[in-house]
Protein backbone atom coordinates (compact mmCIF):
# COMPACT_ATOMS: atom_id res chain seq x y z
CA UNK A 1 0.00 0.00 0.00
CA UNK A 2 1.46 3.24 -0.81
CA UNK A 3 2.00 6.22 1.82
CA UNK A 4 0.52 9.64 1.25
CA UNK A 5 3.11 12.10 0.36
CA UNK A 6 5.22 14.48 2.55
CA UNK A 7 5.11 18.60 1.09
CA UNK A 8 9.16 18.21 1.38
CA UNK A 9 9.19 14.84 -0.99
CA UNK A 10 11.98 15.59 -3.34
CA UNK A 11 11.27 13.18 -5.75
CA UNK A 12 7.45 14.82 -5.91
CA UNK A 13 9.42 18.14 -5.92
CA UNK A 14 11.15 17.16 -8.85
CA UNK A 15 8.30 15.89 -11.02
CA UNK A 16 6.34 18.90 -9.96
CA UNK A 17 9.06 21.17 -11.72
CA UNK A 18 9.44 18.70 -14.66
CA UNK A 19 5.56 18.85 -15.77
CA UNK A 20 6.13 22.61 -15.15
CA UNK A 21 8.97 22.92 -17.83
CA UNK A 22 7.26 20.23 -20.01
CA UNK A 23 3.73 22.37 -20.13
CA UNK A 24 6.59 25.68 -20.52
CA UNK A 25 7.76 23.65 -23.67
CA UNK A 26 4.68 22.97 -25.28
CA UNK A 27 2.77 26.47 -24.97
CA UNK A 28 4.72 28.17 -28.05
CA UNK A 29 3.13 25.41 -30.40
CA UNK A 30 0.42 25.90 -32.24
CA UNK A 31 -2.89 25.81 -30.67
CA UNK A 32 -4.47 21.76 -32.26
CA UNK A 33 -0.75 20.22 -31.58
CA UNK A 34 -0.57 22.10 -27.86
CA UNK A 35 -4.14 21.25 -26.99
CA UNK A 36 -2.97 17.37 -27.86
CA UNK A 37 0.24 17.51 -25.85
CA UNK A 38 -1.42 19.29 -23.04
CA UNK A 39 -3.86 16.44 -22.48
CA UNK A 40 -1.35 14.12 -22.24
CA UNK A 41 0.69 16.51 -19.58
CA UNK A 42 -2.86 16.75 -17.69
CA UNK A 43 -2.91 12.82 -17.90
CA UNK A 44 0.39 12.85 -16.31
CA UNK A 45 -0.51 15.02 -13.85
CA UNK A 46 -3.85 13.09 -12.81
CA UNK A 47 -1.72 10.17 -12.73
CA UNK A 48 0.71 11.62 -10.24
CA UNK A 49 -2.06 11.42 -7.66
CA UNK A 50 -2.13 7.83 -7.14
CA UNK A 51 1.35 6.55 -8.79
CA UNK A 52 3.97 9.22 -8.74
CA UNK A 53 6.82 6.77 -10.21
CA UNK A 54 4.43 5.95 -12.98
CA UNK A 55 3.86 9.41 -13.65
CA UNK A 56 7.66 9.52 -13.46
CA UNK A 57 8.12 7.10 -16.12
CA UNK A 58 5.47 8.48 -18.37
CA UNK A 59 6.86 12.15 -18.41
CA UNK A 60 10.07 11.11 -19.08
CA UNK A 61 8.73 8.84 -22.44
CA UNK A 62 6.78 12.12 -23.09
CA UNK A 63 9.96 14.35 -23.19
CA UNK A 64 11.73 11.65 -24.53
CA UNK A 65 9.11 11.55 -27.40
CA UNK A 66 8.78 15.55 -27.60
CA UNK A 67 12.55 16.34 -27.67
CA UNK A 68 12.82 13.42 -30.36
CA UNK A 69 10.17 14.94 -33.03
CA UNK A 70 11.98 17.41 -34.96
CA UNK A 71 9.31 19.78 -36.13
CA UNK A 72 7.65 19.91 -32.39
CA UNK A 73 10.37 19.63 -29.77
Known sequence: MQTQP???DPALTLLARQLR???RAVAPLPA???Q???RHLLAITDLAKRDTGLAAR???AFLADFQETPDVG
Open 6 to 8: HWD
Open 21 to 23: DAH
Open 32 to 34: EER
Open 36 to 38: RLI
Open 58 to 60: RLE
